[in-house]
């Protein structure tokens, strides 16, 4: 049996459980906890907030002029290589004209539909990535005009049946990212692309090298697929994966990551309606940015740690910090100036944080709680019932679930102390504590009480007055303990 509730009440995109499961062969499974979590809140319910942080972090990594910047916020159109060439070779006229035949899912703009067909293809791929020259070796031109109509109308395809060839999904799978209205890169992204292929090391004397900066250009290319629109993400991740798997199968289908990208560049990041002369000298820069993304894939989808450390304090009521220069500073060693500000804050975002986890928590225990008393009578039920009486304090829900009596304490029965519950009122429980340790203040009797409420408080007190009452709590002791022996004497 499991018994589910909610631990996280956010949006239903990402909700996480708690899950508690008698089976032990589940109980070995990992717990996933998404990283990006505060990543895709902030994306989902602010986008503005969102898009802001991380355009400012990309800026931060590669010099946008103006009209770059504007183009890839949006606020302008594109200004695209071979936009204003009169010339119309054959090739621009003919895939111009492959795009106004629009289809349900070729040729249409990308949604979660089109990706949702397309994503057979890829399935089927995945299982057959030895085919050597695979995505080179065109497949068979009607049997793709048939799997083409197939997808189109939504009908059910078994690829698995043997009618199709490797080679024919996957020239078909190039045949539908070729035939989108942009390249699912989109165009606004077309000039920060050429500007990371051009991320290089500096050397000591902070001159620019010929060495690629891999870890600047990856951080680039993790903040701008951030910004992709959603179904061009998710596509995004499902291609690159599969070419990445296709590269690691090289010495069996001989695809290698550079020719892969070869094949895709034109269809994924070229503009749409240009031609390899148009791009003349960066048509060598985009082929290797295809190649890098292929190789280093696994990497690309995650967001920079401080990203994510911006959007868990923005959702934690602290300020949100817009760059990463922000982080790294706050967390300087160096800085003094800045410790009590950042002790500050820190305790009050771990209070909070410990006050949303008790809630949390105590919830969780009270269910878990109430599920554990309705269980029928067995062993296991009463073993459980005795792991919370272990702790009453911290697992007891409420008053509405019954709960184990308290033990109760033990009262000494020897002369002593029947003279010290007569004298000071209250049982004392001795404990043998070390001499550094502060004593425990003294319990007085009734009368004491009357005593220090006519006298005052005790701080206020003289040392005569403290005297004259520690004098009369002796003469108390001795008055009665001489009652009992006589009674203890006459009785005998």
Known sequence: TAFFFPSFPFFSDAICNFVICNDSSLRSQPIIFNPDFFVEKLRHEKPEVFTELVVSNITRLIDLPGAELAQLMGEEDPKLPGANSTASGFFRSLMSLKRKEKGVVFGSPLT???IAQVSQLIEYLHKNLRAEGLFRVPGNSIRQQILKDALNSGTDIDLDSGEFHSNDVATLLKMFLG???EPLLTHKHFHAHLKIADLTLFDEKGNKTSTPDKERQIEALQLLFLILPAPNRSLLKLLLDLLYQTAKKQDKNKMSAHNLALMFAPHILWP???TANDLQENITKLNNGVTFMIKHSQKLFKAPVYIRECARLHYLGSRAHTSKDDLDLLTSSGSKELQPLKSQKRSRLDSCHQEETQQRTEEALKELFRHVHNMPDSAKKKKLI???NKHPT?????????????????????????????VLGTPVILERKSRDTTPEPVRVSKENVQLLQKCGSPAHMSQAKLKSLEGQKEESCRRMRARLLSKDSSSL
């Open 386 to 388: 005795r792991q919370f």
């Open 179 to 181: 035939e989108l209205p």
């Open 112 to 114: 979660e539909e089109g």
């Open 394 to 422: 911290a697992l007891t829900p409420g008053s509405d679930v019954p709960t184990s009596p308290a033990p109760r304490r033990t009262r000494s029965r020897s002369f002593s102390g029947l003279i010290k519950r007569k």
């Open 272 to 274: 749409r309606n240009v």
